[in-house]
């Protein structure tokens, strides 16, 4: 298996180095050079399967050799162990075919656990073999930071700095971040948006002689491997309401488009998935994109809904991508135009491709929380705020009841509990693992937005902790 970037110019790469490497040198994202495909019959053999297994089955071929099925097996159990269910994602029906995919049941309490538990082993085995470290950079608008922390933390080979943007993060959120006591771990507040911090990331990246000094890698939704490791639990989800027998749909409550771009790979690689539901809070420049063919940047509202405050999702351009059929040349022009003029546009042709899977639909904080209460009153659950986004999406845009949707549930309620207790009148409970998190001491720099103010910190603090 190779890995060829959007924009078309960087090398062609096996999967150790994708996994390295994050962003591609031309700037573009990685993505397979072909999606391996699956018969209605391997689908069907996925039905009994625990997830592990699943998780072996579909990831393997991505792999092509750099790794040998003993040792990705065993980094596999290893990375789903910490769940508290041994169903690890489990299926729960809400409404008539209307199925609630519970992702939160990792360390931290988010989807991101799914690919970051399998990241974190992944790239100290590979690491590892080749003698080599790596300065791990991300950006979080929340949940990445703690789930690429809790994945990196103590690992020898790794350093990891998280930047996160001040204030606009929830106390869990921060907490799980800041009260990891380990040496690797370095967190940043920056006084900006998650945007903000996102270029900060990017730009580090951009900075070739920075990035070769202090070996960048990246944790980010731009890492393929993660994008690899979310598939997996699309093919769970679909054999547990039918498939290959019947389609399916997802609903899913988007941000960086990294998730929702796991099931469209699952649709690639032969699942069928009848619509896959893009669901967005205030910040709806993707919903927007799939009605009219057109992306504008806006500025960033705060939400509920805070992982989903974006208004640019990197891995928006693995799929622009193959909607320019696949031409990086072209990608590298629009994200170029994109660049200075904060606008892009598809022709109507590829807007009809896009919209034959693609659903959009937006949500304010009172429709979310409206949603929650409804879900509630329903079915007994209580959902998170990103989780009733997709909920809300998945009903407003559901075209066909005869085939069952699977709405992401992509936190756990207790990591923002103010806004179920207000909509519910409930306040969810932390796990035990979590309670005391409120009194565990936090470690934290705050520093401006600024590209070499960062830079410094990192060239300042890199090396200072495990590897010293
Ligand atoms: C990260 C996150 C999202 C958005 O996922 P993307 O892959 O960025 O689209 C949604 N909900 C929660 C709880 C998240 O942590």
């Known amino acids: 298996m190779k890995y060829i970037s959007t924009r078309g110019d960087a090398p062609v790469l096996a999967f150790d180095d994708v996994l390295l490497s994050g962003l591609a040198s031309d700037g ?177 990246f951009n900075d070739k002689p920075f990035r070769r000094r202090w070996r960048l890698g990246a944790v980010n939704s731009i890492n393929w491997v993660r994008i690899m490791a979310q598939v997996v639990y699309y093919f769970w989800a679909a054999v547990r309401v039918g498939a290959p027998k019947t389609p399916v749909s997802f609903a899913v409550p988007t941000g960086n488009f990294g998730n929702v771009f796991a099931g ?22 993707l919903t927007r994109f799939f009605e009219t063919g057109t992306m504008s940047r806006g500025e960033v509202h705060p939400t509920l809904s805070p992982s989903m405050d974006i208004q640019v999702s990197s891995n928006f351009e693995r799929l622009l991508f193959d909607l320019e059929g696949r031409d990086g040349g072209r990608v590298a022009e629009v994200m170029a135009g994109f660049g200075e003029s904060g606008q892009l546009a598809i022709d109507d042709k590829a807007l009809e491709a896009a919209q034959t899977v693609f659903y959009g639909a937006r949500f304010d904080d009172e429709e979310t929380k409206e949603t929650i209460e409804a879900v509630y009153q329903e079915s007994g659950e209580l959902v998170d705020p990103h ?13 066909d009841s005869t085939v069952s949707m699977v709405a992401l549930a992509t936190a756990h309620p207790a990591k923002f509990p103010e806004a179920v207790k207000d909509a519910t009148g409930v306040a969810p409970a932390l796990p035990e693992r979590l309670a005391d998190l409120s009194e565990r001491q936090e470690r934290c720099e705050v520093l401006a937005n600024n590209l070499k103010t960062v830079q410094d910190y990192v060239a300042a603090n890199a090396g200072q902790g495990a590897r010293s």
Not at 387 to 399: D, E, H, K, L, Y
């Open 264 to 285: 469209y790979g699952a649709r690639q690689m032969g699942l069928d998935v009848d619509q896959l539901v893009v669901g967005s809070n205030r910040n709806d420049i």
């Open 387 to 399: 989780t009733a986004v997709g909920i809300a999406a998945a009903r407003a845009q559901r075209r």
């Open 28 to 204: 573009g994202l990685y993505v397979p050079e072909e999606w391996p495909r699956f018969s209605a019959a391997d689908i069907a053999s996925f039905g009994g399967l625990p997830y592990p297994e699943l998780a072996l089955r579909v990831i393997r071929p991505f792999i092509g050799g750099t790794l040998d099925d003993g040792a990705l097996a065993g980094i596999i159990d290893g990375a789903y162990a910490n769940f508290d269910t041994p169903e690890i994602a489990p299926l729960k029906e809400i409404g008539k075919g209307e199925w609630l995919l519970e992702l939160f049941h990792g360390p931290t309490l988010a989807f991101k656990d799914l690919a970051m538990q399998f990241l974190g082993p992944v790239f100290d085995h590979v690491l590892k073999a080749r003698g080599e470290w790596v300065t791990i950079v991300g950006a979080t608008s929340g949940d990445t930071g703690s789930a690429a922390i809790e994945a990196c933390r103590d690992r020898a080979a790794i350093e990891i700095f998280i930047l996160h943007p001040r204030g606009r993060i929830s106390d869990v959120q921060r907490r799980q971040m800041t009260t990891v006591p380990s040496a690797n771990v370095h967190n940043i507040a920056i006084e900006g948006t998650f945007d903000d911090c996102q270029d900060l990331v990017k730009a580090m």
